[in-house]
């Protein structure tokens, strides 16, 4: 087995998580996890980055974004020309899907879902929380498969569609460790409480709504940026930091269809 670095390329940011050869793919270290933008390809840490890795390892990406897909990928040609580069499409994974036009739904979506019935393969049916620039609550059924859910704004995106498509709504800032009173005694405050206690209240709902159709015990799993969303939810959540990375590491670990 041969070491790995999986790479998670989002709207706003890229992961990458080093799996050395030889060592469990279920635990990811912080000390393995890099997260940077698109414009710090030429940074310090991603040059000790890839001084750290084995100099053949694996690089496997999956991407939304195929501008910053093409430069990190040329970046790791430049830095470690005996790396091979896998980019994923969702053809590739070992998992199957219950949804229509496969082809569209974002491959981290899969991943997230993949990782779940990787690290726990008895929670089936599972909710699948992964909160990023979008927020995406998604539901791996009774047979393991990828059943669909839904997608909705993360918090920096609703914060730049107020600010963008109003005249005198500032951009705001969510302090995510602090909760805003429900209460806001100005614009700021107002929106900082809309925002907050709304994605919490909409997940809560949407939630529920799936609970109704696949049972009161289905458990939860919580990742991402705004995880914080966690500590306000209504029912019992397991948060596992990096859901994507964890799937892509399952799905090369269960063999990928190439």
Known sequence: MSSLVAVDIGNSSIKLGWFPAGESRTELPPARVLTFIEDELESPSWSAFCEMIDSQTHWVIASVNQQ??????????????????????????????????????????????????SLEPAACPAIVIDSGTAVTVDVVNGQGAFAGGVIMPGSALIARALND??????????????????????????????????????????????????????????????????????????????????????????????
């Open 68 to 117: 910053a897909c093409q430069r990190l990928t040329a970046a790791v040609v430049a830095n470690c020309p005996a790396a091979k580069v896998t980019v994923l499409c969702n053809s590739m994974l070992p998992m199957d899907t219950k949804i229509e036009a496969v082809d569209s739904v974002g491959t981290d979506r899969l991943l997230a879902a993949l990782a779940v019935r």
């Open 165 to 258: 498509g109003t005249a005198q709504l500032p951009q705001i800032v969510l302090d995510k460790d602090n909760a805003p009173e429900p209460i806001g005694k100005n614009t700021q405050d107002a929106i900082a409480a809309g925002i907050y206690w709304g994605l919490v209240g909409s997940i809560n709902e949407l939630v529920k709504q799936q609970f109704l159709m696949l049972g009161q015990s289905t458990p939860v799993f919580i990742s991402g940026g705004d995880s914080w969303i966690a500590k306000h939810l209504a029912f019992e959540c397991k948060l596992v930091p990096h859901l994507c990375l964890l799937g892509i590491a399952a799905a090369v670990e269960a063999g990928l269809q190439l």
